[in-house]
C-alpha cells in the first residue's frame, strides 16, 4: 500500500502527465475549444478513499449549441476525407495512447477503484480497438448483386452518417467510448461524449490526447466532449432528443436505457444500447475444475463485480457441486482487498457509498429470503466503499437473482440436467454472456444450438467476462441488442445506400412491368 505521501505524488503526477488541473472545463470542441463557463462544480473522488482528485466545471446550455454546431461542421469535411486517411489520424492517437498508458491506466484505477492491472488493459483496449478501426477503414466493403435488367449494375455503398452520441458508464470510462468514437471516426463521422458524471476526468485526459492529435493532423472537432454532474441529465436528454445526432449510442442500466431508446425511436433516429447483463455460468460433471475455478472468481470478483459481464448466477452440477463450492470458497478467501494501486491486490472498491449499500441490501435480501452466504457478505470498514467478494445459494426464480446488483455477489445452484441449467440460465430478462465449463462435445455443442444459450456471448471453458476486440459485443433481450467493437458492428455508424446504374440505351423495369409512353407504344396511342 502506497504511503499518504507516495499516494499525493502519484495523483498529482499522472494528473500533470495528462494535462488536468485542479479544475478542468467540462465542455470541448476540439483542440483550443475548451469552454470557459464557470458551471456546477463536479467533484472526482477516488472510490478507495473517498477523497477528491480534482475537480469539472460543468458543461452549460451555451457549451451544448456550440459542440454541436462545431461537431456538425467537422462532419461535412470529415465525411470527404478518404477512410484509409481517417485511419492514419486514428493511428497516430493509438501512438499517443501506447505512449499515455502508464498515465492514463493508473487515472481509470484512481477514479473508478478498479485494479491497475484492469485500468492499464482498459487503456489497451482502447489501443486494441485503434488496430482494428485503422485496418477497417480500408475494408468498408459493399456487396455487388447482379442486376435482372440487362445492362444494369446494382451495388451497395456505406455513407457517414453524421454525429454520434455517445453516453458511457462509469465502468469502463475510457475503454467503452472508444469502441464507439474509433469506428465512428474512421467511418467518416464525428463524436460528442457524455461520459459517467463518476469518471469525468477519465474523459478529459482522453479529449486532451485527441486534441494534441486532431491539431497537429489539422482535423478540429472530430471527438468532442460534453460532462454534466451527478443527477443532471439535461445535456444528455437534448443529446437523445436532438435530431441533428444521427445515431445516439448509450451504454448504461436497462432502466435508463430503455427511456432512452423510446425517445429516439419516436424521433426515428438511430440507437445502439448496451445495457445490463445478469450472466451465468454453468458447469458440467465433466467440467475442468482446475479451469472453472478461477476463470467464475475472476468473472465474479474482477471489477468488484462492477462488469456488464460480470459472473452473476452459477449453476453447478449436483456430482460436484460440494468439491466446486470448496474451491470457490478457498479462492474467494485468498482475495486481497484494498488499495487497487497496490499490485498485490486484486480487489478494489465499489464505486460510491449508494453502490456499496445497495450491495449490503442485497445480501440482506439474500437472507430473509432463505439463501446462506457461503463466503463474504459484508461491508469492510475501512474508508472508501469496500465489500467483501460473496458466494451464496439461492433460487434463481427469486426476484433478487432476476435483477443485476452491481457487485461482487455469485448465487450458486445446483442441477442435474444440463438442459435444466440452460432454461434456468435463460429464465431471466437480460441476455448478456454465458459460458459452459464441460469436456463432453455433446453438451459444448448443446450449449451453443439454437436450443442453447440465448445470449449475446456464449463462451466454452472461459468466463463470461474479459471479451477481446473482434467480436461482436452485445446482448439480447434486456441488454439491448446492440453490437460494438469487432465483426460487422461498424456498420450500425454508417448508412447504407442501394445504387442502380443502368448503362444501357433501354429502360426495362423489374418484374417485367411494362410501361411504355403513348409515342413508344401502339396500344396507348
Ligand atoms: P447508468 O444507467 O446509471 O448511467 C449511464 C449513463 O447514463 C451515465 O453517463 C449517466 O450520467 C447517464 N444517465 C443517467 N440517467 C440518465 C437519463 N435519465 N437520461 C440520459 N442519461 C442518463 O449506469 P452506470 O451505473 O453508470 O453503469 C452501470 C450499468 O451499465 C450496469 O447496468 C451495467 O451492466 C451497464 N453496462 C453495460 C455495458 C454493456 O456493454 N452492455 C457496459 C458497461 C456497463
Same mark, same amino acid.
Given at each position: 500500500?502506497?504511503?499518504?505521501? !507516495?499516494?499525493?505524488?502519484?495523483? !498529482?503526477?499522472?494528473?500533470?502527465?495528462?494535462?488536468?488541473?485542479?479544475?478542468?472545463?467540462?465542455?470541448?470542441?476540439?483542440?483550443?475549444?475548451?469552454?470557459?463557463?464557470? *458551471?456546477?462544480?463536479? %467533484?472526482?473522488?477516488?472510490?478507495?478513499?473517498?477523497?477528491?482528485? +480534482?475537480?469539472?466545471?460543468?458543461? +452549460?446550455?451555451?457549451?451544448?449549441?456550440?459542440?454541436?454546431?462545431? !461537431?456538425?461542421? $467537422?462532419?461535412? /469535411?470529415?465525411?470527404?476525407?478518404?477512410?484509409?486517411?481517417? @485511419?492514419?489520424?486514428?493511428?497516430?492517437?493509438?501512438?499517443?495512447?501506447?505512449?499515455?498508458?502508464?498515465?492514463?491506466?493508473?487515472?481509470?484505477?484512481?477514479?473508478?477503484?478498479?485494479?491497475?492491472?484492469?485500468?492499464?488493459?482498459?487503456?489497451?483496449?482502447?489501443?486494441?480497438?485503434?488496430?482494428?478501426?485503422?485496418?477497417?477503414?480500408?475494408?468498408?466493403?459493399?456487396?455487388?448483386?447482379?442486376?435482372?435488367?440487362?445492362?444494369?449494375?446494382?451495388?451497395?455503398?456505406?455513407?457517414?452518417? *453524421?454525429?454520434?452520441?455517445?453516453?458511457? !458508464?462509469?465502468?469502463?470510462?475510457?475503454?467503452?467510448?472508444?469502441?464507439?468514437?474509433?469506428?465512428?471516426?474512421?467511418?467518416?463521422?464525428?463524436?460528442?461524449?457524455?461520459?459517467?458524471?463518476?469518471?469525468?476526468?477519465?474523459?478529459?485526459?482522453?479529449?486532451?490526447?485527441?486534441?494534441?492529435?486532431?491539431?497537429?493532423?489539422?482535423?478540429?472537432?472530430?471527438?468532442?466532449?460534453?460532462?454534466?454532474?451527478?443527477?443532471?441529465?439535461?445535456?444528455?436528454?437534448?443529446?437523445?432528443?436532438?435530431?441533428?445526432?444521427?445515431? =445516439?449510442?448509450?451504454?448504461? $442500466?436497462?432502466?435508463?436505457?430503455?427511456?432512452?431508446?423510446?425517445?429516439?425511436?419516436?424521433? =426515428? @433516429?438511430?440507437?445502439?444500447?448496451?445495457?445490463?447483463?445478469?450472466?451465468?455460468?454453468?458447469?458440467?460433471?465433466?467440467?475442468?475444475?482446475?479451469? %472453472?475455478?478461477?476463470?467464475?472468481?475472476?468473472? $465474479?470478483?474482477?471489477?468488484?463485480?462492477?462488469?456488464?459481464?460480470?459472473?452473476?448466477r452459477l449453476f453447478v452440477?449436483?456430482?460436484?457441486?460440494?468439491?466446486?463450492?470448496?474451491?470457490?470458497?478457498?479462492?474467494?478467501?485468498?482475495?486481497?482487498?484494498?488499495?487497487?494501486?497496490?499490485?498485490?491486490? /486484486? =480487489?478494489?472498491?465499489?464505486?460510491?457509498?449508494?453502490?456499496?449499500?445497495?450491495?449490503?441490501?442485497?445480501?440482506?435480501?439474500?437472507?430473509?429470503?432463505?439463501?446462506?452466504? /457461503?463466503?463474504?457478505?459484508?461491508?469492510?470498514?475501512?474508508?472508501?466503499?469496500?465489500?467483501?467478494?460473496?458466494?451464496?445459494t439461492a433460487d434463481n426464480?427469486?426476484?433478487?437473482v432476476?435483477?443485476?446488483?452491481?457487485?461482487?455477489?455469485?448465487y450458486a445452484v445446483r442441477f442435474?440436467?444440463?438442459?435444466?441449467a440452460?432454461?434456468m440460465?435463460?429464465?431471466?430478462?437480460? *441476455? /448478456?454472456?454465458?459460458?459452459?465449463?464441460?469436456?463432453?462435445?455433446?453438451?459444448?455443442?448443446?450449449?451453443?444450438?439454437?436450443?442453447?444459450?440465448?445470449?449475446?456471448?456464449?463462451?466454452?471453458?472461459?468466463?463470461? $467476462?474479459?471479451?477481446?476486440?473482434?467480436?461482436?459485443?452485445? *446482448?439480447?433481450?434486456?441488454?439491448?441488442?446492440?453490437?460494438? +467493437?469487432?465483426?460487422?458492428?461498424?456498420?450500425?455508424?454508417?448508412?447504407?445506400?442501394?445504387?442502380?446504374?443502368?448503362?444501357?440505351?433501354?429502360?426495362?423495369?423489374?418484374? @417485367?412491368?411494362?410501361?411504355?409512353?403513348? +409515342?413508344?407504344?401502339?396500344?396507348?396511342?
Amino acid at each position: 500500500m502506497l504511503t499518504p505521501e !507516495a499516494y499525493r505524488d502519484t495523483v !498529482a503526477e499522472t494528473l500533470a502527465s495528462l494535462r488536468l488541473s485542479g479544475v478542468n472545463p467540462g465542455a470541448c470542441w476540439g483542440p483550443d475549444g475548451w469552454s470557459n463557463t464557470q *458551471g456546477q462544480l463536479i %467533484a472526482s473522488l477516488d472510490p478507495s478513499n473517498a477523497s477528491s482528485l +480534482a475537480s469539472v466545471s460543468g458543461a +452549460a446550455g451555451d457549451d451544448y449549441e456550440t459542440v454541436l454546431q462545431q !461537431a456538425h461542421r $467537422s462532419f461535412e /469535411l470529415w465525411r470527404m476525407v478518404p477512410a484509409p486517411e481517417r @485511419g492514419a489520424l486514428i493511428r497516430r492517437i493509438g501512438d499517443a495512447l501506447r505512449q499515455h498508458k502508464d498515465a492514463l491506466g493508473t487515472l481509470v484505477t484512481l477514479e473508478t477503484g478498479k485494479i491497475k492491472q484492469e485500468g492499464d488493459g482498459e487503456v489497451q483496449e482502447m489501443i486494441d480497438i485503434i488496430d482494428l478501426a485503422v485496418g477497417q477503414a480500408r475494408m468498408l466493403y459493399g456487396k455487388t448483386m447482379h442486376s435482372e435488367r440487362p445492362n444494369h449494375r446494382m451495388y451497395e455503398q456505406w455513407h457517414p452518417i *453524421g454525429v454520434v452520441g455517445v453516453i458511457t !458508464a462509469f465502468n469502463f470510462p475510457v475503454a467503452v467510448w472508444s469502441w464507439n468514437a474509433f469506428i465512428a471516426a474512421v467511418t467518416g463521422n464525428t463524436v460528442v461524449w457524455k461520459p459517467s458524471p463518476k469518471t469525468p476526468l477519465c474523459a478529459i485526459a482522453v479529449q486532451h490526447i485527441c486534441n494534441r492529435v486532431m491539431e497537429k493532423q489539422g482535423y478540429p472537432g472530430i471527438f468532442s466532449l460534453l460532462v454534466e454532474g451527478p443527477g443532471q441529465t439535461e445535456l444528455a436528454n437534448r443529446l437523445v432528443n436532438d435530431p441533428r445526432i444521427a445515431l =445516439m449510442s448509450f451504454t448504461g $442500466s436497462t432502466a435508463v436505457g430503455r427511456r432512452i431508446g423510446e425517445r429516439v425511436a419516436s424521433r =426515428m @433516429g438511430k440507437v445502439l444500447l448496451e445495457l445490463s447483463g445478469n450472466n451465468a455460468v454453468i458447469v458440467d460433471d465433466t467440467a475442468d475444475l482446475d479451469l %472453472a475455478t478461477p476463470a467464475i472468481v475472476f468473472g $465474479s470478483v474482477g471489477t468488484a463485480g462492477q462488469r456488464c459481464t460480470t459472473t452473476r448466477r452459477l449453476f453447478v452440477h449436483t456430482e460436484i457441486y460440494d468439491e466446486l463450492i470448496t474451491r470457490l470458497v478457498d479462492a474467494y478467501g485468498q482475495i486481497r482487498i484494498g488499495d487497487p494501486l497496490d499490485p498485490d491486490v /486484486l =480487489m478494489g472498491p465499489l464505486i460510491d457509498a449508494d453502490a456499496k449499500q445497495r450491495f449490503l441490501d442485497a445480501v440482506a435480501e439474500l437472507r430473509r429470503l432463505g439463501g446462506d452466504v /457461503l463466503c463474504g457478505g459484508a461491508g469492510v470498514d475501512r474508508p472508501g466503499y469496500f465489500v467483501q467478494p460473496t458466494l451464496c445459494t439461492a433460487d434463481n426464480g427469486w426476484d433478487l437473482v432476476q435483477r443485476e446488483t452491481f457487485g461482487p455477489l455469485l448465487y450458486a445452484v445446483r442441477f442435474d440436467s444440463l438442459e435444466t441449467a440452460i432454461a434456468m440460465q435463460n429464465n431471466v430478462k437480460q *441476455g /448478456l454472456s454465458s459460458s459452459l465449463f464441460t469436456n463432453d462435445l455433446r453438451n459444448a455443442e448443446l450449449f451453443l444450438s439454437h436450443n442453447g444459450s440465448d445470449c449475446g456471448i456464449a463462451n466454452i471453458n472461459i468466463g463470461t $467476462s474479459g471479451a477481446e476486440i473482434g467480436g461482436a459485443f452485445g *446482448g439480447e433481450k434486456e441488454t439491448g441488442g446492440g453490437r460494438e +467493437a469487432g465483426s460487422d458492428a461498424w456498420q450500425a455508424y454508417m448508412r447504407r445506400q442501394t445504387n442502380t446504374v443502368n448503362w444501357g440505351r433501354d429502360l426495362p423495369l423489374a418484374q @417485367g412491368i411494362e410501361f411504355q409512353l403513348p +409515342a413508344a407504344n401502339p396500344r396507348l396511342r
